[in-house]
């Protein structure tokens, strides 16, 4: 079962897809990201990338997120997220994508930067570094922009060592098979 932790919407369960195609971050993952991205959180655009339920970016508006888009590429799944977003009542700022990372880049590019960016895709794609460089390379991040990623690897770079001319690991947890990493663009 799946809620929100705390702030406007807190207590409120939240609808996930049927079966195996997703795997939603877990509670005590969720606590642990949040926590390290409490005071960051207030008035900021948020991007949840590979969304599943909406979970990440629900809970970054009920904490005070400015906005949230929401980007998956099933059908289904974006059918939940507006669901949730109902649910909770988070409707101001929110904003529901149908569609795959690159041609969700084309679309936005140059129109809108990001503050936080959660990207938690299929672990068996190894992506999220290498979505994070797309975001950059399409203009998508600012220079304070966190982004948090959910992977399997505890060396985030390992699927995309080039990233890390671009990016720098602010803080690392592990979660059972789960890594939280949270990173920011090098200065």
């Given at each position: 079962?799946?809620?929100?932790?705390?702030?406007?919407?807190?207590?409120?369960?939240?609808?996930?897809?049927?079966?195996?195609?997703?795997?939603?971050?877990?509670?005590?993952?969720?606590?642990?990201?949040?926590?390290?991205?409490?005071?960051?959180?207030?008035?900021?655009?948020?991007?949840?990338?590979?969304?599943?339920?909406?979970?990440?970016?629900?809970?970054?508006?009920?904490?005070?997120?400015?906005?949230?888009?929401?980007?998956?590429?099933?059908?289904?799944?974006?059918?939940?997220?507006?669901?949730?977003?109902?649910?909770?009542?988070?409707?101001?700022?929110?904003?529901?994508?149908?569609s795959d990372v690159a041609d969700f880049v084309r679309t936005v590019r140059g129109?809108?930067?990001?503050?936080?960016?959660?990207?938690?895709?299929?672990?068996?794609?190894?992506?999220?570094?290498?979505?994070?460089?797309?975001?950059?390379?399409?203009?998508?991040?600012?220079?304070?922009?966190?982004?948090?990623?959910?992977?399997?690897?505890?060396?985030?770079?390992?699927?995309?060592?080039?990233?890390?001319?671009?990016?720098?690991?602010i803080k690392h947890k592990k979660f059972g098979v789960a890594n939280i990493t949270?990173?920011?663009?090098?200065?």
């Amino acid at each position: 079962m799946m809620r929100i932790i705390t702030g406007k919407a807190r207590g409120v369960r939240l609808k996930t897809l049927e079966g195996d195609a997703t795997r939603p971050t877990s509670e005590r993952c969720k606590e642990a990201l949040f926590s390290m991205l409490q005071f960051d959180i207030e008035g900021r655009d948020v991007l949840d990338l590979y969304a599943g339920s909406g979970q990440l970016g629900l809970e970054a508006l009920s904490r005070g997120a400015s906005s949230a888009t929401f980007v998956d590429k099933s059908k289904q799944a974006t059918k939940i997220i507006d669901e949730n977003i109902i649910k909770t009542k988070l409707l101001d700022g929110s904003r529901v994508i149908c569609s795959d990372v690159a041609d969700f880049v084309r679309t936005v590019r140059g129109r809108k930067k990001f503050d936080i960016v959660f990207i938690d895709p299929p672990y068996a794609l190894r992506c999220a570094v290498q979505s994070a460089k797309t975001l950059y390379d399409a203009g998508l991040l600012k220079p304070t922009t966190i982004i948090a990623c959910e992977s399997e690897e505890e060396d985030i770079f390992e699927a995309c060592p080039e990233a890390k001319d671009i990016f720098e690991v602010i803080k690392h947890k592990k979660f059972g098979v789960a890594n939280i990493t949270l990173m920011g663009v090098k200065k």
